[in-house]
């Protein structure tokens, strides 16, 4: 997840660095967001990386708790490699050809795997001695 955080942001900055150079964007619009707005592949990109910290950060506190409480195994090992890659599918759909229904679907995927997550860990934290 952070290397896919990471990324987007390399492709945010450099695409914006792009649009600033081509006088395509005027840098002040980043001061406070506000005047012509941005292009759309740009703003793509930015919705995608504040995307990914939102719902993610569950993602890093249930990964997180489960190593803590000594929870973790192939099943939950598992998951988060799935919650990974529908984030990875999300983000590819989202800042490419942003359909809605596969975006839609990579995204609910993603919060179904999430919630699978954080009941195994709770599952195991009630049921272990």
């Known amino acids: 997840m952070v290397l896919l955080t990471f990324s987007v942001l390399v492709r945010l900055f450099s695409l914006r660095s792009k649009l600033a150079r081509a006088g395509e964007i005027d840098p002040a619009y980043f ?3 506000q005047g012509k707005a941005e292009p759309e592949q740009s703003a793509k990109l930015a919705r995608n990386f504040t995307n990914l910290y ?3 950060v569950l993602f890093y506190v249930c990964c997180v708790s489960a190593i803590s409480v000594n929870t973790t195994g192939l099943p939950f090992f598992l998951l988060a490699w799935a919650y990974v890659a529908a984030r990875a599918i999300h983000t590819y759909i989202h800042t490419g050809s942003n359909k809605i229904w596969p975006r839609v679907y990579a995204y609910f995927s993603s919060w179904l795997i999430l919630l699978s997550m954080w009941a195994l860990l709770a599952i195991r934290v009630i049921t272990s001695e």
């Open 31 to 33: 001061s406070i967001y």
């Open 54 to 56: 939102e719902a993610p």
